[in-house]
């Protein structure tokens, strides 16, 4: 299934939506299509923009959808334009803006953005090579070190102005763009800010064989006590990358929080649920699309070492071809569907299109799944 699950992402949902996802006017990607593929008119997130950049380089670089440099580059610009602000060495996007008019709707920098930002210009840089960007991703980390750093307890604040608690979720995605920028360009002090944020993870995230969530801006304990076996499967695969790169041994925290996310966080449908408590109760038995691309970049992590990891790799492709892709429109998904299958959602999102895309590309590089895939991203 894992080779249907390539299919599907490379000749079906990439070329639907760089057409029908794609504003040509605006040079903008559309936020979510309805379930009959129609634009839906809500505020556009730099998040969601970055998420798009990011999906169509690499599929230009692959070979899976060469039209893709161009969407890439001009949603770039168009992002830049509409989105971003520079103050002195410093860029920072703001989160949303008017899809009609550009206009800016909220002005509030987030952590989550600002890592999607610069993640989607390391994907951009690998397929163009322009120097421009990286100077631009220098104005960026300028931004979130001085403006969105907690210099009294360390890590990010989630925004400016601070909420009262803090995630580690942008962390996450920021030591994610950390990791792509230093494979598309090392020895720009991208892999040392990378191992802050493992150093963050080693005393903070990880406490007791789990990933935590939530936290007080101190970093005590939150009264939101709960972990996603999302979250799970895609720290292995990025603490894979990053041990792989440094040499730093992390294995013992990856094989954790893998076998923790598959003992506990699995259905007894085989689908992943949302959220647990640090007891393993169910907090939301509600199955989100996302966490099923992420084990099969899990499974590629533990492949290795794992005798069975191909085996969960294939369920979980069949899991998402069976229950999220291919509806209500052929390059389509449900995201969000409740214990019973029923959607908790009446429009397909583009952010979702990142999850499948860097799955399909890990499963075609680690597994094989295709011949010809594996071939482009080898």
Do not use: C
């Not at 939101?224 to 720290?235: T, V």
């Amino acid at each position: 299934m894992l080779g249907t699950f390539l299919d599907w992402t490379v000749g079906t949902a990439l070329p639907f939506w760089a057409e029908r996802g794609f504003d040509a006017g605006a040079a903008r990607f559309r936020e979510r299509l309805d379930f009959a593929g129609r634009p839906v008119a809500v505020p556009h997130r730099a998040m969601v923009q970055a998420r798009q950049i990011f999906v169509f380089a690499e599929a230009a670089r692959f070979g899976w959808l060469p039209d893709g440099a161009a969407l890439a580059e001009a949603a770039m610009a168009s992002l830049l334009r509409d989105f971003a602000e520079d103050s002195g060495d410093e860029t920072s996007v703001a989160f949303s803006i008017d899809p009609a008019s550009g206009a800016i709707l909220s002005s509030l920098r987030d952590a989550y953005a600002h890592a999607f930002l610069l993640f989607s210009i390391a994907s951009l840089y690998r397929l163009n090579g322009d120097a421009r960007l990286l100077d631009r991703a220098d104005r960026i980390i300028n931004f979130v070190e001085r403006r969105l750093a907690d210099p009294a307890h360390g890590g990010l604040f989630d925004a400016i102005p601070a909420p009262s608690e803090k995630r580690q979720n942008p962390h996450m995605h920021l030591l994610e763009a950390y990791l792509f920028l230093d494979e598309a360009a090392p020895g720009r002090g991208y892999i040392e800010r990378a191992a802050a944020l493992v150093d963050l993870f080693r005393r903070h995230f990880f406490q007791d064989g789990l990933l935590h969530e939530y936290f007080a801006p101190d970093w005590s304990p939150s009264p939101r006590a709960e972990w996603e076996p999302g979250h799970h499967f895609e720290w292995v695969w990025l603490l894979a990358e990053y041990g792989a790169r440094t040499g730093d041994d992390v294995g013992a925290s990856a094989r954790a929080l893998y076998a923790s996310a598959k003992m506990h966080g699995l259905a007894v449908d085989g689908l992943i649920l949302d959220a647990l408590s640090p007891d393993f109760a169910v907090i939301r038995s509600s199955r989100r699309l996302w966490p099923h691309a992420e084990a099969i970049k899990a499974a590629a992590a533990r492949k290795d070492s794992d005798p069975d990891a191909r085996a969960f790799a294939e369920a979980m492709a069949t899991k998402l071809m069976d229950h999220f892709l291919g509806q209500p429109f052929a390059g389509g998904w449900i995201d969000h569907v409740a214990a019973d299958g029923a959607p908790l959602v009446d429009y397909v999102p583009a952010s979702s299109l990142y999850h499948l895309v860097l799955a399909a590309g890990v499963a075609a590089k680690d597994f094989a799944a295709a011949p010809a895939l594996a071939k482009a991203v080898s």
